[in-house]
């Protein structure tokens, strides 16, 4: 049972580096696919290759600001951190005002959750990280059939 419960905390506590960044970079491109193929399902601009690229992008500057403190060069949250302000840039982009109507606000927010995921991966975290991908795909999923 002890081996099950350490796939629910940090997998660089547990697996070998190497293998803890590729076990990341993989989860986080299955939860970026799963998100970006329900936006390109429902036509969205942020859809099966830009949501794909902001998870593992994050993912990517999480497991490297990991490697940079561990290396002694650094705080592991301000790479990271960082993230938060790029990923706001891009959902920025996304959302359209067109006269009385305010477009791209649920790509934005897909493209947010995306990243806070890539970053949970990032630190280590796979399995919350696939849950709440799986909690997000419910959300735009069911939330947008009572809405039709």
């Given at each position: ?25 993989g ?14 399902r ?17 993912t ?14 650094g ?33 934005a ?40």
């Open positions: 049972m002890a081996d099950i419960a350490c796939y629910f905390g940090n997998l660089h506590h547990v697996w070998p580096t190497p293998l803890a960044g590729a076990a990341a970079i989860a986080s491109m299955i939860c970026g696919v799963l998100v970006g193929l329900e936006r390109h429902r036509q969205k601009p942020a859809g099966l290759r830009t949501i794909p690229l902001i998870s593992v992008g994050s990517v500057f999480t497991l490297a600001s990991v490697l940079l403190a561990r290396d002694g060069h705080d592991a949250g301000r790479i990271a951190a960082q993230v938060v302000t790029g990923v706001g840039f891009l959902g920025a982009g996304a959302i359209i005002h067109d006269r009385q109507t305010v477009l791209g606000l649920t790509t927010a897909s493209i947010w959750m995306v990243a806070a995921v890539g970053v949970l991966i990032g630190v280590g975290y796979v399995l919350p990280g696939m849950a709440i991908t799986l909690l997000v795909l419910t959300m735009l999923i069911v939330f947008r059939r009572h809405m039709d």
